[in-house]
């Protein structure tokens, strides 16, 4: 210790420094992750444009085309639309998180006495925040060519909770390819592949007893299908699922919690470990 | 009383998927000193920084921040240090002053203190005008000493910087140096990391030569340039005329004495500075006239090439990505 400086000179004081709690971590990254889209609202095309330009497409495109006993299709289709536009939050998360990663967001602020989680929970959030956005708007374009809900506030509001959770869920799957993948374009591409067989080989866009039978089971049983039919159902959009129909379209509103559930327990662990290996190289 | 270390690396290693990245690395720094990591692109100085900034986990070995572990107290760590990467990590679509806030917020300082020291920080960086705009719209040397202003928000007493003037212009380059030089003056103490043998010659008082994961080399500037060869006496004359006497004179004091006619320059090993007031001292009593006399040490290009055999490169590779973990190797 020869060479040591004995009398460094005195440093200026520090401010006193008080590690935010995982909350407040998170709402500020939530802040930050809302400011980005304030500052290029184009980064809500994704909910907003394209999602009315698919309701407006299905409902008069294929409409008239798309039989459904007992309701009318644009009743149909904007639950089943819904639920897509939440299964993409799980895109925009995890295009959301790599970019974060990538231009070194994450490592600024892990060097800072935070708790770590709060770049995922403030992510999540901020994505989930981001689809309500587009709920919304496809809302006020139902309402618009015809859409309602029927069936009362409490029911309505089941609805809207059981999305919010499905979508709470597939933010995992997001975070775990977000965390895989090193380039945003990767992300994107690799996403829009899974998500669309995903959102439409479902009941979504069409009913699912026209389907082969080897189809129309995968369908049945796709975890999509089964939020869908619990909003059509909440809301009163279309009839009950056919005797014939698989049993989570028979339980559509137990099936999607436990749908929703099941997909968090898979994906939570797979996306924290995925997101902590990143993180220590 | 000794005053602990300000940064002690303590064997530290990483490996990505079989490539040693870091392959056993230790040194330390004191209180207030300034250290530069010196080395060519992928020799490891970013790996290095990222571990004893509690980025990225060491394999194995570790450090300590301040007197704090990396591994048992990173969140100490974290409260104690400063970090500007190599990648400007400004948000770019935040302005200059919303990046504070964020970072302070993240901090738990006061909102008060926060917009102090921004007013303070923004005046110091000559940010001042630019304090709210988007950082997109800043130029290379403004996000570079806004990403400066963001690491000091807390006033850390050390500062991690990993190649803080890469890609910089030179007239930037100076300016970011004169500020480094400000802050150890008022008692930070600096870790750099830097391929530019110019930077840490410049701003360095310890040295550390990493190649290939591995320290070749420490120590100051002056004796890495010692280590790579003798240092030598340039004298040069007034008159050529005087050429052969003024060489046979040398003679006397170093044997090999080189003559160049056309620039009167005579070039002779030497020791050291004794060996060169006693060459000066001759030339004092011959009454030759001189117009520069003094004493030339290798060049760190020199001390670099003596001791890896291949020279530092001295601009980053062309389009090379700049991302946080291109140092070493790509995990």
């Known amino acids: 210790m ?21 909350v407040r971590a998170s709402m500020t990254i939530v802040w930050r992750n809302l400011l980005h889209i304030r500052r290029m609202p184009e ?11 698919f309701v407006l497409l299905f409902a008069y495109v294929f409409g008239g085309a798309i039989a459904v006993e007992g309701s009318n299709y644009r009743e149909f289709l904007l639950p089943g639309i819904m639920v897509q536009t939440m299964v993409f939050s799980s895109a925009i998360v995890a295009m959301g998180l790599t970019s974060d990663l990538q231009k070194g967001f994450v490592d600024r602020f892990k060097s800072l006495p935070v708790p770590r989680p709060a770049v995922l929970v403030g992510r999540s959030i901020s994505s989930l925040i981001h689809s309500s956005i587009g709920i919304a708007v496809m809302g006020v374009t139902g309402l618009l060519i015809g859409w309602r809900v029927r069936n009362g506030v409490v029911d309505g509001v089941l609805g809207f909770l059981l999305l919010l959770l499905f979508g709470f869920a597939v933010i995992w799957l997001g975070i775990w390819v977000g965390s895989l993948m090193r380039t945003v374009e990767a992300v994107q591409g690799f996403m829009f592949t899974v998500m669309f067989p995903l959102t439409f080989v479902a009941n979504t866009f069409a009913p699912t007893e026209s389907m082969p039978s080897w189809l129309r089971a995968v369908a049945e049983w796709n975890p999509v299908s089964a939020v869908t039919q619990a909003c059509r159902e909440l809301w009163g959009n279309g009839p009950a699922a056919g005797p014939d129909a698989a049993w989570p379209l028979q339980h559509p509103i137990v099936s999607s919690i436990g749908w929703s559930i099941i997909l968090a327990a898979l994906f939570a662990p797979l996306a924290v470990s995925a997101f902590r290996r990143r993180s220590r190289d | 009383m000794n005053v602990p270390p300000a940064v002690e690396a303590i064997d530290l290693v990483k490996h990505f998927d079989g490539t040693k990245a870091v392959d056993g690395v230790s040194f330390v720094v004191p209180q207030g000193s300034v250290l530069g990591l010196l080395g060519p692109n992928g020799a490891g100085k970013t790996t290095l920084v990222r571990m004893l900034t509690t980025l990225s986990v060491p394999t194995s070995g570790t450090g300590r921040v301040a007197g704090f572990d990396i591994l048992e107290q990173p969140n100490e760590v974290r409260r104690s240090l400063g970090l500007t990467g190599q990648a400007a990590t400004v948000d770019e679509i935040l302005t200059g002053r919303e990046n504070l806030k964020l970072i302070g917020s993240l901090y738990g300082l006061p909102k008060r203190y926060i917009a102090e020291a921004t007013e303070r920080l923004f005046a110091r960086f000559d940010l001042v005008d630019a304090a709210d705009r988007m950082a997109k719209t800043y130029s290379g040397g403004m996000r570079r000493r806004l990403d400066l202003a963001v690491s000091l928000l807390a006033t850390p007493p050390i500062l991690f910087l990993d190649e803080p ?5 030179p007239q930037s380059r100076s300016g970011l140096w004169e500020v480094l030089r400000e802050l150890v003056t008022e008692g930070t103490t600096l870790v750099l990391t830097t391929q530019y043998l110019e930077e840490a010659d410049h701003l360095a008082d310890e040295i550390v030569v990493v190649d290939k994961g591995r320290v070749i080399a420490a120590g100051t500037p002056t004796q890495l340039k010692d280590r790579a060869g003798q240092a030598s006496v340039v004298v040069t004359l007034t008159h050529a005329a ?15 004495v080189h003559v160049e006619l056309g620039s009167r ?13 006693r060459i000066a001292s001759v030339f004092e009593t011959s009454g030759i006239e001189l117009d520069d006399l003094g004493l030339a040490r290798p060049s760190l290009d020199d001390v670099f090439l003596h001791l890896t055999g291949h020279r530092a490169e001295s601009e980053p590779r062309a389009g090379a990505d700049n991302g946080p973990t291109t140092e070493g190797a790509t995990p």
């Not at chain 2, 003037?165 to 212009?169: C, E, F, K, R």
């Open chain 2, 165 to 169: 003037t890469t890609g910089l212009d």
């Open chain 2, 265 to 277: 320059r005579l070039t002779g090993q030497a020791g050291g500075l004794g060996d060169m007031t």
């Open chain 1, 43 to 53: 980064m809500l095309l994704d909910v907003t444009v394209q999602s009315v330009m």
């Open chain 2, 242 to 256: 005087d050429l052969d006497q003024a060489a046979e004179l040398m003679r006397a004091h170093s044997p090999e």
């Open chain 1, 2 to 22: 020869t060479t040591v400086r004995t009398t460094p000179p005195a440093l200026a004081e520090r401010p006193p420094i008080h590690p935010p709690t995982l």
